[in-house]
């Protein structure tokens, strides 16, 4: 009581300001739950969770919806853009932090930075008018002949390519994650205290020994999580790969087929939806996809806090 | 401090006026295929009425909820209600404007107008029973026209929309297989192609893949100059999609006051009818008849001055003779 009373005044407005906002978040993200489970009530009367869950079916005029085809598309350009975007983004935070000159610093971060403010429906337009005719033409014809006769290889590039496919998607998300990983990683590779890389140099360590078991291992929490930052904005994006996926709900194993995910679907079908129970599946998407993102965040966070530790610990 | 005062005297200068001008607002809601021509029409009825129009293309789903819940003062949509809905959330409907939806091709060698296709074939395309513009169907109805011996691609639109509804009716009323197999609906479940989002999709995809095929709104296949193929109708004749075949088929189609107007526009029985058409239909809330009596003042204004600024726009108006039903209904209940 006696250190209350000694307290500033307007430390204690400051401190309630700032403490209405963090509880305005939990507010939002409560109030935003509660519409989705109302919204979506017909649909989960109707379909339930497991069989919404498993089934393929996504027909507006038979009433008959199921998210399966929408989870796999969700999960499957997600993967495939991190695995395009992970390499080339620890690859740049790399040459930003330990190899470039310093001349070229500044403008590579700019550009870093520049690549995460374009909309995303810019990426979108760019992507069905440029980088789609360009995968049909020559990219995915050329995957196709030289993964032709390799066994299971060549199933993931079967069909006519056509550009508007899980490839050409991927490709767009990746190019719009690599900017948060990027920037996070080298902002975490900076970290790294100089003392430790000049004494490894010191000792008659190469560049590449340097960052491979110097930084790398000092950087990796900060690094996975710029991973998980971008995980949640790829499972999350919808305008850039709206245009370019199709929409289709089947499930495929060729990566040049269309494909849909929860929210080109909701993009693309929201404003027509005419009746209760099409509306009402779309939520019910909608809340699949909050449980997922949650799901995946929870797990990274998780795995963050228990690396943490051990590493306090050793 | 002094900037501060200079844009505070700007912000509310600029206030007094817009509220000085907007003396009356009516609020729409819904389909956005209609959204140009009635956002020109609300421009120029603003210089001579006095009155704003606010509509918002949120889609024709959202216009029938935000009419239905009494948020809006008109709500918009492509597909037409049944009198047995209109009566159960208390609505009145009739249509506004015309469109049609026009199938284009993209075939080395083949010039717009050139290509004629029947129903049966377009919807044997779309069921994916004929591959090739080869199959012996088509050739048979383009005896001249040298074809490709390749696959057909397909296309159609990935997102919900007012144009795949118009299509796929004209597939339901003219192809029991396709009724039965797929049926109609702002979007369906495509037995084959490839779908492309908005009109800029599809016809973006059937530019760049040889040998396919799509369907746009007449208005974005004009403007841009895809190559439209000719349509048989229900007369037999092969018609070209223009303002003259889009008339002809409003004209000669049966829009029945009593129905409250609720029609699909599709495979109408004139001799010059275009065979793939919609009208785009406005909703009110029958108790609401202060602003109705604004609305339909609106709507009367553009059916006697508006004709021009749409053709403009590639929108076809409405045939006098609908007019005039129109304005019946809205006297008998009680609007006008």
Redesign the interface.
Known sequence: MAETSKKNPMDMVFASVTGIASVTVIIFIIGILYVLIAESSLAIKQFGVIKFLTSTD?????NSFGALTNIYGTVITTILSMVFAIPVAIGIAIFVTEISPNVLKGPIGIAIELLAAIPSIIYGMWG??TLS?IM?TYIEPFLKKITTGIPFVSILFQG?P???DILTASVILSIMIIPFTASIARDSFNLTPSVVKESAYAIGATQWEVVKNVVIPYSKLGVFGGIVLSLGRALGETMAV??V?????RITTSLLD?AATITVTL????????TDIY?SSLFYLALVLFVLSFITLALAKFFLLKAERKYSRG | MKTFLNVALVLALTLSFTSAYATETLNGAGA?FPYPVYSAWSFEYNKVAGVQLNYQS?????G?RQITERTVDFGASD?PLASAQLTKDKLLQFPAVIGGVVPVVNIPGVKAGEMKLDSDAVCKIYLGEIKKWTDPKIKSLNPEVKLPDNEI?VVHR?????TTAIFTNYLSGVCPEWKSK????????WPVG????GN??VA??TK??ASSIGYVEFAYAEQNKLTYTLLKNSAGNFVKPNFQTFEDAAATANFDPRKDFNLWLVNAPGKQSWPIAGATFILLAKEKIASNKKVIAFYDWAFNNGDKKAKELVYVPLPTSLKNKIRAYWKSNGLQ
């Open positions: 996504w027909d507006p005029v038979k069905l008018f005719p049909s006519t056509m550009g508007i709206a245009f996926l199709g929409n289709n709900h269309a993009a693309n079908e929201f404003a027509e939806a005419d509306l | 956005t949120i889609g024709s789903g959202g029938i597909a691609t990935s997102d919900g929309s007012g797929v049926g109609s609906g702002t979007s369906v479940k490839i779908g492309g989002k800029e999709g973006s995809y760049r893949q």
